[in-house]
């Protein structure tokens, strides 16, 4: 899911770098696009990352801890 959702970003975002200009203030068009990349980009930043592997201590621990340089 968050592949497609970065892919559609991607596309939304190309479309609207090479929108045709001038773009005139009442272009309901470029609005709609710029909307839906922002919902899109909204739901890929609640996405979950999936757990890490380690805990926070043992990253930690394999960083030196105390003894960390």
Known sequence: MR???ERRIAE???EI????????????????LIEERSLLM???NNI???EPSCTP????????GFNAA
């Open 42 to 44: 909204n739901s890929l």
């Open 12 to 14: 939304i975002s190309a």
């Open 17 to 32: 770098r090479n929108y045709p200009t001038p773009i005139a203030r009442c272009d309901e068009q470029l609005v709609a």
């Open 3 to 5: 592949e497609d959702l």
């Open 57 to 64: 201590e043992a990253l930690w621990t394999n960083d030196g």
């Open 48 to 50: 979950k990352d999936p």
